[in-house]
């Protein structure tokens, strides 16, 4: 029947092997209605109806009889979907809907913001049905609160919120697969501005901006003059990137000071192909708590006994290659004092060869200025025993002679350490590689020097050239420089860190117009934390501009402490509970397969929410890779202050996501 005419009776035939979509759409114009806002019956006995809802199947999988008689509903609905016989209800709030073509994104969506706590109790409480006359989509968001929170309703069917999406915004009425994300932000400022009209008081706020609205602390240095500009902007979602596989770099740290390097990985302040070398700088003295204008990098060769180049800063990280290695040199950056010079020594033990094989790492020093070999040849010695390029060689003692103490005295005294020969280049053959010409060039005093070591010196003196890659690095490159270097997953913590960490500003990509000391000049920029809302919406960037996925796992846990990411820094630590998560199956936000995860506030159980199916699930299944949402819930004052169990990172578990496109 219709909802503008009386009852009308037509029969359709249709193959068994039809879908019951395409059915529906053809019946529909016979009907001569709109198949959007037309749900289907099956009339099982003379007052006995139950929704169809499988628009995937073949009519032959759906009915029972070939002269089955299906009801064709068209809005204004007549019967209510609490009488629909589609499962047993698992308890108050957990209720399926169905999914009425391409919206499973919606109830994505709907799961996760109806299992908010405050926003929930607000829209059921008497305050808000009864002194609050509400207009558009704020009383269509009451009315779906009601029915979903029934006692009653197993599975319904959200028509009339879908209606009221496509007249707010008419990407809503294609039918496609849209991005849960905006819808999100589309349905928190439309409930906001329609709880605002519907208010009686002249209070510009809403329930909406009083659980989502958090505030970004904004700032910017100017690089010339140091001014600091501060401003504040507004949030309801934060929109946090995922470092990417390349943004992690390895690094080889040289201190100032004749020590060891220093190993380690290093993550850089943004993901992907944009990232510069004066980024990587940076990232690299914090790492190693120094200044970073104080900081040399240079691309290291695949052996590591040479310079490959002496890299700017304007140059981008876009072609790291997993192997590559940087060697950071604390050494300073601009032109040296006056009487001094910097040296780049290479070193090998192959003595009269032409074209010697290099061993060793290179080292960068300050040296006095005029140099030739006999003046830095001790500084080269020195250096070179101090930081592990010549290291003792492996000797054996006698066993009787180390019981009876003769392994000590004068046979284990390390005699002096002979100087190098030192050759500037070109040598013979052997030129200044290439990549460092233009270094060379541009640099004046760059030296480039070749330190020959006599191998028989050497062994006199118990001392040998290191192999610039040790075992453990040459067989795992991964484990000398830290773990994770291949891991493919990434915590919430190292996403919130990457979006509060400090960016360039500059020409030519991003002009900063300084308001004291002129336009055009370079700034950093900061984004901080500065007010938390009581709702925490968290959304993980996985869509790149070209839209291809990153499929990183992100682990997250059930608390989440945020302190640490607000400016001013707080007193204390502010912990968040999670309360639902939305999940994305497919390689971009327009296809493939939402689902979600819920927390039920009466029972304290976590539910898997696939359209109309819903099941409770254990805990460890929360830990999703398909994570696309996250929505935190601040706890109250008194809440327990100490890290329970679950506040640690979920282990990931295979969840029961369905693997089809609706």
Known sequence: YKSSQPAEQLVVCASRYERMRDFKAR?????????????????????????????????????????????????????????????????????????????????SAIQCLSHVDPLR??????????????????EEWRLLQQAMWDDNTA?????????????????????????????????????????????????PSSVIADLFRGVLRSTVVCNNCHTKSVTHEPFTVLSLPLPAASSTVRVLFWPREPLPPRRFLTVLPRAGTASTVLQLRRAIAREASCAADDLILADLSKKRSRIAALVPDTHTLDRVM???????????????????????????????????????????????SPTCGEDIGGLVATHSVAR??????????????????????????????????????????????????????????LQCWLARWDPALLRAAGLQLADPRPQSDARCDGDAFGAGATSGSVTIDQCLTLFTSEEDLGPPDSPYNCNVCGAGRSATKRLRLGRLPRVLVLHLKRFDNAAAKLGATVTYPLRLDAARFV????????????????????????????????????????????????????????????????????????????????????????????????
């Open 27 to 107: 019946s529909c114009a016979l009907l001569h209605v709109i198949p959007v806002g037309v749900r289907l019956w099956r009339v099982e006995a003379e007052n006995e109806h139950s929704m169809i809802l499988e628009s995937d199947k073949l009519l032959d999988e759906i009915q029972k009889l070939d002269t089955e008689t299906i009801e064709f509903e068209e809005k204004p609905w007549k019967r209510s979907t609490s009488g629909c016989k589609y499962g047993n209800k698992l308890c108050r709030g957990v209720t399926g809907l169905a999914n009425l073509g391409n919206t499973c994104f919606m109830n």
């Open 322 to 368: 997993p192997a590559d290695v940087f060697a950071a040199y604390e050494l300073c950056r601009a032109p040296p004092p006056a009487g001094s010079t910097r040296v780049v020594v290479y070193h090998t033990d192959e003595t009269f060869l032409l074209h010697p094989v290099l061993r060793g790492h290179p080292l960068l020093l300050l040296a006095p």
């Open 567 to 662: 400016a001013p820094q707080p007193h204390g630590p502010q912990w968040y509970r999670l309360r639902a998560v939305a999940n994305h199956v497919g390689e971009s936000p327009e296809c493939g397969h939402y689902t979600a995860y819920v927390r039920h506030a009466d029972s304290d159980r976590w539910y898997f929410c696939d359209d109309q199916a819903v099941a409770e699930c254990a805990t460890v299944a929360v830990q999703s890779r398909h994570a696309y949402l996250l929505f935190y819930e601040r706890e109250e004052e008194n809440a327990c202050m100490g890290v329970p169990d679950d506040a640690t990172h979920l282990g990931v578990a295979h969840s029961p996501h369905s693997s089809h496109a609706n």
């Open 155 to 203: 599975v319904y069917a959200p028509y009339e919120f879908l209606i009221k999406l496509m007249d707010i915004s008419p990407q809503f009425s294609t039918q496609r697969q849209q991005d849960v994300q905006e819808l999100i932000a589309l349905l928190l400022d439309t409930l906001h501005e329609d709880i605002g009209r519907s208010s009686c008081s002249n209070r």
């Open 121 to 138: 109790a607000y829209f059921l409480s008497e305050a808000s049905g009864g002194a609050t006359e509400y207009t558009g989509i704020a």
């Open 388 to 445: 592990g390029i010549l290291t003792p060689q492996c000797t054996c003692i006698d066993d009787t002679k180390a019981e009876a103490g003769e392994g000590e005295g004068e046979g284990t005294k390390s005699p002096q350490t002979p100087l190098p020969r030192l050759s500037r280049f070109p040598v013979g053959n052997l030129s200044v590689p290439h990549e460092l010409r233009g270094t060379a060039r541009s640099e004046p005093d």
